[in-house]
């Protein structure tokens, strides 16, 4: 009996003990499986390139640079046009071949028209409009290791690959072309764009199609620093080419200051 009695304690304390050590590794391991992916896309973040500006950085971050011509009455484009869609990356080792270009210009497009196709050129109070032409040029792509993608995706449930693309926006004046603005933009691959981890340009169009979205916010910030007087004022310095007003544009602003 007694016999009986001390297996039975000891093989309690043997499962106790089993269980003890199998718990305490998985506070450790799950979370730092979890980690993984956060990690991974910390530390092949990429920062957009400063580029070239002649005007006023409206916006400066890491994946996000709006660059804005001075004296510009934004509030007074209502309609945004799509004038071309293209793919400049320049990658030595892998070039996209012709089919791979065209499905990333296919993506932006679309995107960019579903975002501003309704505009049709007329404010709230029916007067028309400026038209805003856009030119946009995927400047730089990465691409996404599916391979890896698909077996941490079997492990922890999540990919580790991250894709992405970074787009150059150039806005100019749809009567006379002056480029009004530049907005660069960048997107990556994110955790639970599961389907899109699986395919070698996924992440790479999934980042572009969101980027419409962000470049309307940019707009809207423009839009939101519009001074009607400071677009007059610039638009007469810029006529003229020099510090003295024209008298159509010192009329122009006293009709707008009444």
């Not at 016999?3 to 391991?29: D, E, K, Y």
């Not at 956060?38 to 070239?52: D, F, I, N, S, Y």
């Not at 975002?115 to 007329?122: I, N, T, Y």
């Not at 709230?124 to 698909?150: D, P, W, Y």
Request: net charge positive.
């Amino acid at each position: 009996m007694k016999v009986r009695i001390m297996v039975h304690t000891l093989v309690l304390m043997g499962l106790s003990a089993l269980t003890a050590w199998a718990q305490a590794p998985s506070v450790v391991i799950v979370p730092a499986m979890a980690s993984i992916p956060v990690v991974a896309r910390l530390a092949t973040a990429k920062k957009l390139p400063m580029p070239e500006c002649r005007g006023e950085i409206v916006v400066h971050k890491s994946n996000e640079i709006v660059c804005a011509t001075l004296g510009v009455d934004w509030a007074a484009y209502g309609k945004v046009e799509v004038a071309s869609v293209e793919v400049a990356s320049i990658d030595a080792k892998r070039p996209l071949t012709e089919q791979e270009a065209a499905k990333l210009v296919n993506t932006l497009k679309e995107s960019l028209e579903k975002r501003f196709g309704h505009l049709g050129g007329r404010s709230e109070s029916g007067a028309t409009t400026r038209k805003l032409m856009v030119r946009a040029i995927v400047t730089a792509v990465h691409r996404t290791n599916k391979t890896v993608n698909i077996l941490t995706l079997a492990a922890i449930q999540s990919p580790v690959s991250f894709g992405g693309a970074s787009t150059h926006f150039e806005l100019s004046d749809g009567e006379n072309g002056r480029v009004l603005a530049q907005i660069d933009l960048s997107g990556r691959g994110r955790q639970y764009d599961v389907f899109s981890s699986t395919r070698t340009l996924g992440h790479a169009q999934k980042a572009l199609s969101r980027m419409p979205k962000q470049f309307d916010r940019d707009l809207k910030t423009l839009r939101s620093k519009s001074n009607p007087l400071n677009a007059v004022q610039g638009a007469a310095l810029q006529a003229t080419g020099s510090g003295r007003y024209s008298a159509a544009a010192e009329e122009q602003q006293n009709r707008r200051r009444r």
